[in-house]
Every structure is written in C-alpha cells, then in structure tokens.
C-alpha cells in the first residue's frame, strides 16, 4: 500500500527509514533477517530466531493494529463506509493485537503466553510487576476496557467518541509492550552478549524509533545505536536505553502512562523504574564463602489458605410456622423434627472442645439416637456411610461416587466388609488433618457426603414406593429428605445460620458477597420439594406415570444439590484454599464422571486426603462446562461473583461460563450441524448418558437399577417423560419390510427374534442365560457393547429408512437425518469437531475413535477416519433430501454411510479377538465379552452376504464362560476378507492393527485384493485390452469423479480428503496383498523419490524452482500439489478446475513418469518376465482410466477423456476411429512399446530393445504434451484463467529447455495468467514457435473451431531455413540434437544422472529421418560410431587419447559415474561440455568428409547432400530458429551458437543486434558453397569446403577455451570460478590433440595446468592463478596459425590478442579498437567486413600451394560457390530468388552468377 493508506505512525516509521517513505522497508528488515544478509550474516540460529520474532510480532503487528483500527476511526469519523465496515475493521485491530493463540478465557492463554503484542504484555507483566490479581497485564485490562468501548461508539454511530477513546486510551497503551520488550531484551543482551537479547531488543525498537523520532531525536539515535545489530549491547548500552526511554516518556507531548510500564531490576538487582527515576544502586551483596557444592535452598511448602474456626453460630428463634417456616408442609412433622435433629450432630463436630469429642460425636451420634426414617440402625453420622452397603446399595447416585473413588480392582476384591465407607474416610481423614481446622472440615464434610447421599437416598426410596403406588410411604421419605436438608437451627434465607445442605448453600452466596438472603438453588429446591410432593401425592394405580414424573424431579433435586457443589468448589479453587477445594472435588466429581465429561482417574484409591495438594483442578477446569450442560446446569446457576471482591473468582467463574455455553443447546455434535429445520436434538442425544451411567451401575454390580436405567430412562427428557434406551431398542428394530432392511437381517439371523438386543441386554441384567457365572466387569461390557455397536447402527438405520419414507412422501426428512447422527454421536462427545477429548463415548462415534488409533486410522486432531466419512455423508444426504432427490440420497446411505457404521465394529472385533486368543477358561477379563457383543453386532450382515464367515466368526465370538476363546486370530481374518467388499467396505479403511502386516483384512481373496497379475483388463469399453491387471490404477479416474462431484455441490473438505488419502485405487505389494490406498497427492509428493529418471519432470522442477528449490513456498518438486491445492484453497469459487489440474499434473505426469521409469528399468536390466508388459498396462490405465468409452468426450475422467474433448474443439479427431488423434497415436505407440517389449529376454545382453523403447516413449510423451497444449491455448481463448495456470504449468516449464526469453514471456503470461485480452494473439504465437521444443507439430495441435485468433501456426519444417541457411534435405531431427544438449545440461544440473546417461546414450529428440523414426540419433551414437575414421584427424585425436577410439565416450560415462571423484560443477560441465566441443565438432568433420566420400562414389548426389546438410544440422542445430538473432535470445549451444556467445569478447561480432558472429558468416558462405559443390558434383570443390570448414569450427574452440581460462584466473568466486575452469578444462580437450601434434611440449603445458588438481585452480594465491592462466593463454595463442585457423576470426579481447600472441593482466590500449570494429560493422556495412577479411589474410599464412574460397561480398552464400583453383578465394552463386540449383559456367564456376539479397 501507498503511505497514505497507511498510519501515522506507519508514515512515520517509513520516514525515519528510507528517504523515498518506502513502504516495504519493514518487509526489507525482515527479508534481510531471514537471508542473513546485510547487518545480520553473522548473526547466530538463536540471535536469527529472535530478530524475526520480534520485528513479526513488534512492529508488524503493531503497525497492523494501528492501521486497521485508525481506518476504523477515520472512516467511521468521514462517514466514507458503512458502520459495520467500520466495525469489522476495528475488530481486525483488536484481533491483530490479542491473536488466536490466547483462546477465548478471560486474560488469554491459561498456559504459555501467545504470540501477539497480548502475550507479549502478559509475559512481560511479572518483570515489570504490573500484572493483576490473576497474573495477567494490567495494560491488557485497561486496552480490553476501551476496545469495547470504542466497538459500543461505532455500534451507536458516535464516531468522534470512538476517536477519543483511541486517541486518550488506547494509542498511548499500544506502545506498552514494545517499551517492556525493548528494556527486558536489553537486560538480557547484556547479561549474555551472544544470546537473543540483541535481536528481541533490535526488533521492538524498530517501530519506536520511527513514532518518536519528532518528539525526542537526540534519546531515539541513542536508541537505535545500542541496539544495531553490529553493537555487542554492554552495561553502558543498557543504562543509556533505560534512561532515553525515560526521557520520552516524560516528554508531555507522549501520553503513555509510566504506570503502565512499571519497574524491573537492572544488571546489578537494582531498581530500573521509569516512573521514579532510573537507576538506584542496590546493594552490593556480601561476599560469601560458602563452598561451591553446598546444599541447595529448599523451596517452602505453598501456603495453604483455609477457612478460620468461625465458632458457633447463632441460633434463630424457633419459627412460628415450624422447620420449614411455613413453606412446605411435612406429612409427619414430629418425625421430620427427628431427622432435621441431625444438624445438631454436625453442630456438634463443629463446636466441640477438641477433635477426640468430634470424633466420639462423629461416631456415636447423639440428637438421633432413634435413627432416621425408616433405618433405625442410622443412628449417626458416621453409620449414614458405615450402613450405606446395606441401606443404599441400589442407589445410582451411591455407586456413582463408588465408582468415581475406587479402583476397578476394588469391585471384585471387597464386596464384604466396611469397604465402601468412602464417606466416613473422607470425615475421618479431615478429622486428623493438621492443615486446617480438622472440626469445620469434618463437619462439613460429614454433610456434603454422610447427609447428602441420606438425603438421596430417601429420595430414591420415595421414588420407589411412588413406582408401587405406596404414596403414604414416599412422602415419609420425602419429609426425612426435606428435614436432612434444612436441619435444625436454620434460620430461614440466613447466612450465619444452621449447618446442613441449605447452610451450604447460603455460605456459597455469602462467598460471592450477595446481600443476605436466600440462594437462588435454596428457593429452587424448596419448589421442586413441593413439586414432589404434590407428585407423590398420587402415586396410585391410575396413575402410573407418576414414577416418571418423580424419577425425573428427583434428577432435578439432585442437579440443584450439585449446584451448591459447584458453587463452593469455584469459590475454594479461585480462593486458594486447597483444603475445602479437596473437599468439594470429592463432591463435585462422581457427577461430572457419570456424565463422561472427562478422565477423573485421580480420585480413584486416592490413599491420602487434605494434604494440601489436591490433584485434578486443571481436568476440572477443563471439562466443567460439558459436565454442567450434561446435568442441565446454566451459567446463570454458577452464581454472580461479581461482587465478591475476588477477581481470582470472577476470571475462574467468567471461564466457565465462556465455555459452558458453547454446550448449553448447541445444535452442534462433534462439528456435525442439526438442521436449523429439525427439532432440537440436546435432549435426545442424551441417551449416551443413561448408557454411560447403566455401564458403571453394571460395573458396581447394580444390576436391578441399571435394568430399570435402561427400561425408563434418566438423562433424556421427552416432554413430560423420559426417553429409554430400552425404547430406542424397539424402535432400532421395528421391520418396515424393506428388501436388505437392516432389522430384517437382525430377525432373520437371531431366528425371528424380534428384539434381539432387547433379549440379549435383559438376559444379562437379570443375571441369566450364558452369563449367569460371568463376572460383573464381562456383564457391564457385553451390554456396553451391545448397545454402542448393535442398538447404533440398527437405531442409525432406522431412522434413515424414515427419512427416506419422509422424502418419498414429499415430506423433509432431514429432522430423522439429524436424529440419527444425534444418537449416532451422543451428547457427551460434546460440540467441537473430534468429540470429546476425555474419549468416553458411549455411542458408535465413541468406538470408532476409542479404536481407531490401533488400526492408525485417525486424523490429527484424534478424531477417527471412519467418522469424518460418516458425517460427511449425513451431510450429504440432507442435501439431497433437502432437494427431494430420494434416490440419491439412498444411494449414499447404501454405498457409504452404512458400510462405514461396521468399520469401528470390525476394528473392535479385530482388538478383542486378539486379546481373548491368550486368556485361559473362567478368565473374567471383559474382552471376551465385548468380543461377544461386537461379533452379535455385525453377525446379521455378515451371513447376508457369506454364511460360511459367519458361521466361523460365530464360533470364536459367542461367550462361553467355561471354554477357552480361540487360539489364534487368523480364521477371524480370513472370514473378514472374503465379506468386507461385498458389505462396501475397504479393507483399507480398517487398516492394520498395530502396523503387524499380517493382522489385516486386506489378503489375496475376493474384489478386495488384486487377482493374479495375468488377469486381463478392459479399459474403456473394449478400447485397450491390457494382459496384466491394472483395474485398481484405472480405479484413480473413480477419485477424480468423486472430486469432480464434490466439488459441484462445493464441499471442497471432502473433495480434499480424497485428493490427499485416496479413496478408490488400491496398492498391493508383491504378493497381491492390499498394503494401502494410492491418492493423486502422493504421485506429486512423492515425486521426489519417484521421479528422478524422468527427464520431463526434472526440466520443469529446473524451470519452476528459485534460488532456494522452491516453487509456490514449497518444494519445487511438489510442484503439481502445491498448484492444485492453491485452488483448494482459493476463497472463489474454482468449480472443478482443482480435478482437472490434478488430472493435468499429477496424472499427466505419473503417466509420462511410469514410461521413462520403465526405461531405467529397462537399461538397467530390472524387468522380469512381463513386468515390461504390466508397466506398459499401468500407463494406459492411468491414462484411460475407469469410465472411458473409446471416442466418447462425455465419459471418463482421465487424460484421453481430456485429449478428445480437445480434438473437438481443434479439429483433429481421425474419421475412421472417431478417436482423437492424440490418443490415437497414443494408443498405436503404446501397443508398440509393448511388443518392443514382449520378446524373451527383451531386456538383458545389448542394449537393442532400450534404443527401440527409447524411441517409442520419445514418440508418446509427445502425444501427451498435444493435449495440455491444446487444453492451453483453449483457454487461452476462453479466458478461463485457472485453466490457463492449469495447463501452462504442464506446457511452459518445458519451454525453458528451448529457448529462455520465450520461457520468460511465457511464464508471466501463463503461470501467472498474466495477459491481457490485446496479447491473446501474441501469447499464442509464442506457444507454437515453441511447439519444436516438445516434438510437436501444428498439424498435431490443429485449429481451433469456435474461437477466432490471428495467430497462426508455422512451426519450421524439415527444410526450414537455419539461420539462414536452407538445407535441401530433412535434417531439422538431427538439429534436434541440441535441445538433447540442453536437456543433458539440465539433468546435470539437477543431479540426476539416471535421466542424463539415457539423453546422452539412447536420445531424446532426435528420431533420424526414416519414417518409422527407426534412425534415432545419440549423443552416445556419435561419440563411438565407426564412420568417425573418415575424419583426417580422427587419429590424431585417437593416438592423443591413449588408442581409445571412444575417447570422448571415455571421458563421457566416466563423468556419469557416481563413484568418479567429480564435483557437482564439474560433473556437470565436463559432460556438457564433452557433448559440445568434442563429440559435436567430429559429427561434423564426419559428416562432412562422409559427404565428400559419397560424392566420390558417384551415383544420386541425395546422400551426398543428406550428409553435408546434416554437418549443417550438427554446426547451427534447432534453437537458434530461421533467421540470426543475439545469443540472448537465442542461446544456441552447438559451435554457431559459441560463435555469437563469445564474439563480443573478442571483438568479432559482424551485427551485434542481429548477434552474427564473423565466424559464423564464413561458415554459412562455406555451408552454400558446399551445397553447390554437391549440386554439380564438384567433389574437389566439396572436399576444399570441408578442410576450409574445419579451420573456421576451430575458431570457436579456441574462444571459448581461451575466454573460459582468463574467467577462472580472474574470478573471485569459487563456485564460478570452477565452473568456468571445468568449462575451459573441456574445451581444451577438443583442441589439444591437434596442439600435440604440432608441438607436443605446448600440449603437455595445457593439459598439465588444466587438470583439476593443475596449478591453475590449484595455485595458492590469485597472483598466481591469473600468472598461470596467461601462461595458458599464451600457449594456446601460440599455436591458432599452427592449426590453420584464421587469427582474425579468433580475435582480440581486453588482455589477449590471437594474432600478435600478446597476453597481458591489462591490456586496455586494444578496448578502442575493439569497439571501432563493432561500430564500424554497424555503420559501414559490407565495407567494414571487407576490411576485417583483408586483415584476416594479414594474419593467415601464405598456403599458395592450396585454393581457398572467395568469400561473398554480398552478404549470405545460396546454393554454390565458385571454385577456382588458382585463387584462394573463388566466387560462389545462386539463384536465391528461385530456390534452384544453378548450372555452373562452361568453365566449371559460378562467377557470373548474381548474388541474392541476405535471407
């Protein structure tokens, strides 16, 4: 942005930094950080971390709050948007500052500070001692205070108040933390010099320079000079900044309260306070002669804040209307007097002398001797819990707390005896306490456990006599209940006063510091009391359903009991008062466990109590809100603490309710959303509830109650009454007569049983049947079991079967949807996405993520994958519904969701089966039982579809107490393969139980694993018949449908999911054993292990990556992944594009990579028998893939659906096939490389079946690049640029290979789509030149049929011109041999040297000239071919290189050695380099002198003319196109090429814009001159060409050696300097044969020096390296006339002269000459190239013995020259005009020819 969108303070600090207000100078700051450039190089990892966290979070952060909230201000203030914009920008600055780490509690992060300039403060806030009662800043406090403030202004349209509330309140604070931060890092800095002080300290000072630059200069240099980052901060450092920040604090211009910053201690401890003055010295501490190895100081035990003995308390007078002053009305008030007598006991505790009396008092009881109602032997405190085994044996709430305190272990070892007095432990336990007043906590422990469990226990029994309509009987209990709980001496809304469960009550709200009068949960219970009573009053035969309404009141009272519980607990635990905190945790927790809420094993056999470190706070805090919204408890319930004067209290209690009411009606479960249409689903799904509950009664052995649980319900409300899970049961199994109706399948299998899980879960409850001897751990489990895995799924079904009947009768059945998902999931996995972290789930969601883990099947966040489908699907089919499309729905039901219900079911199955092979007969271990249940669970689908399985799962399932369970796993195994695939499911979504391959469902049996590879597969309707099995890699086009699809309907988080872990295709090791699913991301992500042969793959990682090997911010190499999740991720809506390019890259790809991995295969001689042909098959598959019909463009989903809906739209579909072209030729090359490789041993002994695949997989890539760029350049024309960025990414890269400007145009056109609508024709016509580059021609593409374009395509033909010159016969694929150069060049670069030894030995773009292409044309080909000793100096280059006739061979594969002791740089130079000097430079000689030899034989002149055209080919090559343009452009890199390269340098350019090089003029003449000479069959005239034109390919030789040795004398930087040595040391090679052979001495001097380990890159010093490279120079000069070449043509550079041989450091009296050649061969034309040529001959030697030709003084050469042999320089002729041939004089010349204008 410009900086006036920006701050002041923005403007300010970009003042301050840059002289132009750059507005990227903090981006630059950090850039430099990050590169370690600049100031920062020599910067440590931690100094690094620190600087760029601190400039992050410090000044961009800071900048970005004030910019948002300012343009808040000032747009509210100028009227310029609407309010809300306003707003919305003003919550951005307020999140700027506070981040997302903080959370959402009050004060931020309860555990580590955040990442913002909010935990910055906080951090800070304790150093400074400016932090609040909770430990949070109070800077915070106040900025949250006004942030509100100005959100309430802009809300109510005051924007001059927001200002003001900014402007006063909140800017001045902003500046807090970064003041803090600088100050603490300067501390730190100069304490420890190296650590990150100095990077914290550089980086908060940044933005506080710029703001008070204008106010105090003189303080902010003093600032920015302490803390730059090449100052080592000092103690002087220190002072200085701590005294600048003071000065501009008091400057009255800044308004930053001092107050806020504090104080901290400085170096030597003493006080640093910027409100009092800096520095205070401290004094200096006493030398100490303590030893080195003393003791160390033992940190005192935390204080332990309890509550004072308080003494008696008060007793009210008697109240006139008695004990419940008038407000209930006891049956028996007598009697209700006795049982309220028991608070004279608790009284008792309380004021007793001492804790022997408490006790004595405790034990023995007093004020009700007589017991209380209906238990005479209740007779004190203590026998409430001493008797409780007998007297509340069946009460739920009872073995809930049993539950909660003692271990699992416990319930099988003590059923006798006192061993569940846990209430008398906890009394006895605080009687003998030492931490605080043992009287006041046993009293009141005795009432919160001994009382209240007495109170609940009447309640339950009244509840009972209710159910046998004894109403007398249930009131008794009801008046004892309401007696225990008001007690006597209470006075009545009072604090002061009594000592029971209503005092407890009313002590909570004098806590929270309420004026005195009755709690809120004290009038509550009253009411429900009469409630109850006024129910109890009819329990009569006629009217049953008062024991539900009773059941349900009771849960009520007991839920406002667990309030009190709350209350005080929140009150201890924010007061510090670990004692009563114990307490009330022994209170409050067997209610949030029976809820699941959370893991509360801490409580369990806790041996000790009240010792002042109570465990399980955290756990508490963090699963308080979902127990609470379990019990029915609101934020309004906790309690208003806002006059307590505890802000510990306010924070603890504000948290909880923050949190409590994401629960409290959320239509939310697990993430999955209810319908806003459908009825709330809270209550229903509270079922998990009753079924958690009934498990831990069944596990106390309570067997009666939780049969009555389970039959009417607790949890679940349903209006008026409950909801049971014994109704659920019903319902889960009512038959609709549906064919395949789950139910259905559960009657049919259990013998018509008609509610089986009823049956089974009775039978078990009453005691009986096959587990009347099973222990009470198998009873809880088998019925846990059976009712989270069978009654589910059946309940799941059956309410998808009537949404279903719903839609059919026009009817929305998305409310059944929504209730199945509801109880599918459960209430206490709670909202969030994932469930419930506690894990105590007790629904079918709940198994699958309990298991999941086992089978590595969860996603990160824990949640099982099995869910995330499940609830994906429900989604789904709401949609469908939603728009009456039944049958879709079904569909998705059918095929996804239900098959996906059995997978947590078969993973448990698996687990438990596992566990019971090792347990012996009579084993109690409950696995057994649930092995039981799961196997009833999925048993009914299972023998739908395979009895035998059944059966044998059956066998090893069935509980039998008596027998041992089976000894082994594998017959469950093996019975699960055979029916996963027909029940829908994959074996793969089971998994592997802990990662042990042979515990899997996946085997070599049924659909579900791969049949024999001999298996044929018909792709495509008869369209390619492959003869290995490839059906699950065609498979892939099925997930490239599924992405399609979700992509329309914009669920883009399930079309993701597939996309990365893959859903269709199967992958199978060696034996055909499923071991994992393939996904379209991984061809991508692997793509760096897989793809390493691929040549294709690595040219476009080298164009794509930047200097760090990256593309898109991620490893280049991931390329293809990186583009299609940017349309992932993209905020528009890209429909479908991210399966097309996913499609495009990663498939299209794969499919180019499996061919030339079947290559090194291949070469390396790996394939066995028909693997060849299974590659192959895996091509077409991957290609065609699953749903193809052969010239179908509708069907499909792969690359040949995409090349024939191109063909339409260009016109090349074959009329015969009506296939598209491109999959035509596709096809036809893949049946060949098949029978290429179908013949025995195809791949071992020679190298013949390699050469022939080569040249076919060179064919078919091309086929597949057709498409892309048809696929291109149609969207191109439809402006449809994410396609554009599509196909450019499998089209654009490959042109970098070709030409670099092109790729450079291309790539900020394409990849970027980046063109305007003028340019379309442009972009396109720089596509089609570069057709040439991927083998492609403009007949393959053809031409768009709708669009209208004025590009036209005319890619060059055979005998297109080069450069000017026009070969008369097709050698334009022997040309092509420079762009495998490039690709050679490339492949070295990246390191892959697979990929460059099958460019270099087999080929790549060069297919010869036969018509088959069976002529294919190597590097390797040219370097060993036998016709090289044609060549006159073959031998010399022979002989020189120890006899090897392969020398440059040799030199080659010596290179591509891993094992050679190369570098990188000079791996990759030599075999370039090699390529370029040597093995091109005796192609030519050959070709030529093969062409001077077949005119000699007579005959046709076609070979003659062949084989000189293609010495054309092999000198100007494909890339430097049909006219001359500057290396620049066109970097050519054949010898025409080195020609225009280095022309420069050496003074030799003829054009230095066209870029010719002289040279390169005198080889074009000589290429006419030859030509002609075939043409008349002038063989002497033909052989003269050819030895003229080896001198004049020398020229470029030497420059290039000659220049390459000066760079490396010269060079400073390694790196290049050994890349220029290596570039010179292969050169060099090319001439020192022909140098030896003149003078030996000069060669060994060459050679010697050049080595790598020579003195030329090895001299110490760099006097040194340039004296040898001017020796070598010298040497080379020296010997240019030796070798006939022509010293003119060679040159002069700045320091080195070819002609007079003068080498020097500096020669700079040549430079003018230099440059008045190149003018004057600008201005002057032919003239000036006369007058070089005429120098030239100065410098030649006098050869009068040889003729020697004329060059034109016309400009370019056609056709034929004259030969004249008494004159060197013979005039040569053609006909340009014409084209033709033209007759030679009667005298044999061409001298009265005219020459034709330059081409």
């Known amino acids: 942005e410009t900086t006036a969108d920006m701050s002041a303070d923005f403007v300010s600090a970009a003042t301050y930094f840059t002289t132009a207000q750059d507005t990227e100078f903090l981006h630059e700051m950090v850039k430099d950080v990050l590169m370690k450039t600049g100031s920062f190089a020599t910067a440590s990892g931690e100094q690094l971390q620190a600087y760029a966290d601190s400039l992050l979070r410090g000044a961009i952060l800071y900048m970005a709050v004030v910019n948002e909230m300012e343009e808040a201000i000032n747009s509210a203030v100028a009227g310029t948007v609407e309010i809300e914009d306003s707003q919305k920008l003003w919550d951005a600055g307020v999140a700027y500052y506070i981040g997302s780490t903080e959370g959402f509690h009050v004060g931020g992060s309860k555990k580590a500070p955040g990442e913002s300039l909010f935990g910055l403060a906080n951090r800070l806030c304790n150093d400074f001692g400016v932090c609040n009662t909770d430990g949070k800043a109070n800077v915070n406090d106040d900025l949250l205070t006004a942030f509100s403030a100005v959100q309430n202004a802009l809300e109510t349209s005051n924007a001059n108040g927001a200002s003001q509330t900014y402007t006063n309140d909140i800017k001045p604070n902003l500046v807090v933390p970064l003041i803090q931060g600088l100050l603490d890092a300067m501390l730190e800095a100069g304490k420890d010099q190296a650590g990150p002080g100095r990077g914290d300290a550089y980086g908060y000072s940044r933005v506080l320079l710029g703001i008070y630059n204008q106010i105090a200069p003189s303080d902010v240099l003093t600032i920015q000079q302490a803390t730059a980052p090449t100052n080592v901060i000092d103690a002087t450092d220190v002072n200085a900044v701590f005294l600048a920040v003071e000065e501009i604090i008091e400057d009255p211009a800044v308004t930053t309260d001092c107050a806020e910053i504090g104080a901290t201690r400085g170096l030597n401890d003493e006080s640093k306070d910027i409100c009092a003055g800096i520095i205070i010295e401290a004094p200096q501490p006493t030398p100490t002669t303590e030893a080195p190895n003393s003791a160390p100081v033992v940190t005192p035990a935390p204080v332990i804040v309890t509550r004072a003995p308080v003494g008696d308390k008060p007793v009210p007078v008697d109240h006139q209307d008695g004990l419940a002053w008038g407000r209930f009305t006891f049956t028996d008030e007598a009697q209700a007097n006795k049982d309220a007598a028991v608070a004279l006991d608790v009284k008792g505790i309380w004021v007793a002398a001492d804790v022997a009396a408490a006790t004595t008092l405790y034990q023995n009881g007093v004020n009700f001797a007589t017991g209380v109602t209906g238990y005479t032997a209740v007779t004190s405190l203590q026998k409430m819990s001493t008797q409780s085994k007998v007297v509340m044996r069946q009460d739920a709430i009872y073995n809930f707390y049993r539950y909660a305190v003692y271990t699992p272990e416990t319930f099988d070892t003590q059923e006798t005896g006192d061993a569940w007095d846990f209430a008398n432990k906890v009394v006895t336990a605080a009687l003998g306490t030492t931490n605080a007043d043992p009287l006041v906590l046993a009293a009141e422990s005795a009432v919160v456990l001994n009382s209240y469990l007495m109170i609940i226990h009447q309640l339950y029994e009244a509840t009972q006599s209710c159910k046998i309509n004894s109403s007398n009987a249930a009131l008794r209990m009801l008046d004892s209940a309401v007696a225990m709980w008001i007690g006597d001496e209470q006075g009545d809304g009072k604090f002061n006063s009594g000592y029971m469960m209503y005092s407890m009550a009313q002590l909570a709200m004098d806590h929270y510091g309420a004026a005195e009068a009755e709690s809120p949960i004290n009038t509550e219970l009253m009411t429900l009391f009469n409630d109850a009573k006024s129910i109890l009053q009819q329990c009569t035969s006629a009217n049953p359903t008062q024991f539900i309404k009773m059941r349900m009141k009771v849960r009520e009272i007991n839920t406002a009991f667990v309030k009190v519980f709350v209350q005080n607990w929140l009150w201890y635990a924010s007061a510090g008062d670990k004692i009563f905190e114990e307490l009330f945790t022994v209170a409050l927790v067997p209610h949030l466990n029976a809820c699941g809420a959370g893991n509360y094993d801490f409580l369990q056999g806790a041996t000790s109590l009240f010792t002042g470190n109570p465990a399980g706070k955290d756990i508490i805090l963090n699963t308080l809100p979902q127990g609470l919204a379990c019990l029915g408890i609101t934020c309004a319930d906790l309690g208003d603490p806002s006059t307590s004067g505890r802000p510990g209290l306010v924070s603890i209690v504000g948290d909880a309710c923050t949190d409590l009411e994401t629960f409290e009606n959320s239509s939310f479960f697990a993430g999955y959303q209810v319908d806003p249409s459908s009825t709330p689903k809270f209550e229903e799904s509270k079922l998990d509830v009753d079924a958690r509950q009934m498990n831990i009664l069944m596990a106390t052995d309570t067997l009666a109650t939780a049969k009555e649980l389970y039959e009417v319900g607790y949890n679940s409300k349903d209006g008026e009454s409950l909801r049971s899970l014994k109704d659920k049961v019903s319902y889960g199994t009512k038959i609709l007569g549906q064919p395949g109706e789950l139910s259905s399948l559960w009657k049919t299998y259990f013998n018509g049983a008609d509610n089986y899980p009823d049956t089974y879960i009775n039978g078990i409850l009453s005691g009986g049947g096959a587990y009347v001897s099973a222990s009470r751990a198998q009873k809880a489990e088998a019925v846990r079991r059976m009712i989270q895995a069978g009654v589910s799924h059946l309940v799941v079904a059956k309410h998808l079967d009537d949404a279903f009947l719903a839609c059919s009768q026009g009817q929305n059945g998305n409310d059944h949807v929504d209730s199945a998902a509801a109880f599918m999931i459960g209430s206490i996995e709670g909202p969030r996405s994932g469930g419930s972290t506690a894990r105590k789930g007790s629904m079918l969601y709940g198994l699958a993520n309990e298991v999941c883990g086992r089978f590595e099947k969860c996603e990160t966040t824990g949640d099982a994958t099995a869910n995330e489908f499940i609830l994906f699907a429900f989604d789904d089919i709401k949609q469908w519904l939603k728009d009456t499309q039944c049958e879709s729905g079904i569909s998705i039901a059918n095929e996804s969701l239900l098959p996906m219900l059995s997978v947590s079911v078969i993973q448990s199955l698996i687990i438990d089966a596992s566990a019971s092979v090792p347990l012996p007969a009579q084993s109690p271990q409950d696995q057994l039982a649930s092995l039981d249940a799961l196997g009833k669970s999925i048993l009914p689908q ?76 018909n792709l495509g309707d008869d369209l390619y018949t492959t003869t290995t099995y490839v059906k699950n890699l065609a498979d892939i086009a099925l997930d490239i449908k599924q992405i399609e699809d979700d992509l329309e309907l914009n669920r883009k988080d399930l079309a993701l999911l597939i996309y990365r872990e893959g859903q269709n295709s199967p992958v199978y090791d060696k034996f055909g054993i499923k071991t994992d699913v393939r996904s379209i991301a991984d061809f991508s992500k692997n793509a760096s292990n897989t793809m390493m042969n691929n040549p294709i793959f690595q040219v476009t990682v080298f164009a794509l990556e930047d200097e760090f090997g990256e593309y898109l911010g991620a490893d280049a190499r991931n390329y293809a992944d990186s583009v299609v999740m940017s349309f992932f991720n993209s905020e528009e809506n890209t429909g479908t594009v991210a399966a097309e390019a996913a499609v495009a890259l990663n498939i299209g790809m794969e499919v180019i990579n499996e061919l030339y991995q079947q290559l090194a295969n291949c070469r390396d001689q790996r394939i066995q028998d028909d693997n060849g042909i299974h590659s192959i098959d895996q091509v077409a598959a991957l290609y065609i893939g699953d749903g193809e019909i052969s010239g179908n463009h509708e069907e499909g989903h792969l690359l040949y659906n995409l090349a024939e809906r191109m063909a339409i739209k260009f016109g090349t579909v074959d009329e015969a096939s009506g296939m598209a072209l491109a999959n035509l030729k596709f096809l036809r090359l893949l049946n060949q490389a098949r029978l290429d490789l179908s013949f025995p041993q195809a791949c071992s002994g020679d190298l013949t079946t390699v050469r022939k695949l080569t040249r076919t997989v060179n064919k078919i890539v091309p086929q597949i690049i057709v498409v892309q760029v048809q696929a291109l350049i149609n969207a191109v024309l439809e402006d449809d640029r994410n396609r554009v960025r599509v196909h450019a990414h499998a089209v654009v890269p490959l042109v970098r290979a070709c030409n670099e400007v092109t790729f450079e145009y291309l790539q900020d056109k394409l990849l970027n789509a980046n063109f305007a609508e003028t340019e379309v024709d442009a972009v396109i016509s720089r596509l089609y030149s570069s057709l040439f580059c991927f083998g492609v021609t403009c007949a393959d593409v053809g031409d768009h049929q709708e669009a209208e374009t004025g590009a036209v395509c005319s890619a060059p033909t055979g005998l297109a011109p080069m450069v000017g010159y026009r070969p008369r016969e097709e050698v334009i694929e022997y040309a092509r041999l420079d762009l495998d150069i490039q690709y050679l060049d490339i492949m070295m670069a990246k390191k892959a040297l697979g990929p460059a030894m099958d460019v270099y030995m087999f080929g790549l773009h060069s297919a010869g000239t036969a018509a088959d292409g069976s002529s294919s044309v190597s590097l390797q080909n040219l370097a060993i071919g036998s016709g090289r000793s044609v060549v006159p100096e073959y031998n010399t280059h022979v002989q020189y290189y120890n006899s090897d006739n392969n020398y440059a061979d040799t030199i080659v594969l010596d290179a591509l050695n891993p094992a050679s002791t190369f570098t990188d740089i000079e791996r990759r130079q030599i075999v370039v380099g090699t390529a370029q000097y040597m093995i091109m430079y005796m192609a030519i000689l050959q070709s030529m002198y093969e062409s001077v ?199 002069q550079t700045s320091t080195a002269d070819a002609c007079s041989g003068e080498v020097e450091s500096e020669r700079k009296n040549t430079v003018p000459l230099v440059i008045g050649i190149t003018l004057g061969a600008i201005v002057g034309g032919a003239l000036a190239i006369m007058l070089f040529v005429c120098q030239a001959r100065k410098g030649q030697r006098n050869k009068d013995e040889q003729a020697k030709f004329i060059r034109n003084q016309q400009g370019v050469m056609d056709e034929t020259r004259d030969f004249d042999p008494t004159d060197s320089r013979g005039q040569a002729a053609t006909d340009e005009l014409d084209h033709s041939d033209a007759a030679p004089a009667g005298d044999g010349t061409f001298s009265d020819v005219k020459l034709p204008e330059p081409v």
């Open 942 to 1017: 299972i023998n739908d579809v395979n009895q035998t399985s059944a059966a044998t799962i059956s066998d090893i399932t069935t509980f039998n107490f008596n027998q041992k369970a089976a000894t082994t796993i594998g017959p469950i195994f093996d019975a699960l393969r055979f029916v996963l695939n027909p029940l829908g499911v994959d074996c793969d979504v089971i998994g592997t139980l802990d990662g042990i391959s042979s515990q899997t469902t996946c085997s070599v049996s049924d659909d579900v694993v791969a049949p024999p590879v001999q298996t044929e597969t």
């Open 1493 to 1691: 030899s077949a005119c000699k034989a007579g005959g046709r002149t076609d070979t003659s003319a062949l084989l000189w055209d293609k010495a054309a080919a092999y000198i100007i090559g494909s890339m430097e196109g049909p006219v001359e343009e500057p290396y620049t452009v066109r970097p050519g890199v054949f010898l025409w090429g080195l020609g225009k390269k280095y022309c420069t340098s050496w003074g030799t350019c003829r054009n230095i814009i066209t870029g010719s090089s002289l040279v390169n003029q005198e080889i074009l003449s000589l290429l006419y001159t030859g030509r002609g000479a075939v043409n008349v069959q002038s063989c002497e005239a033909l052989e003269k060409a050819a030895r003229e034109m080896t001198s004049l390919l020398r020229v470029s030789l030497f420059q290039t050696t000659l220049s390459e040795v000066e760079s490396t004398g010269t060079s400073q930087d390694n790196p290049l300097r050994e890349e220029h040595f290596a570039r010179s040391y292969s050169a060099a090679r090319s001439l020192l044969p022909l140098i030896s052979k003149e003078n030996r001495d000069d060669a060994n001097f060459i050679s010697s020096t050049l080595d790598p380990d020579g003195p030329l890159l090895g001299a110490s010093g760099e006097t040194e390296k340039r004296a040898n490279a001017i020796l070598v120079e010298k040497a080379l000069i020296d010997n240019i006339d030796d070798l006939d070449t022509d010293c003119a043509l060679v040159g």
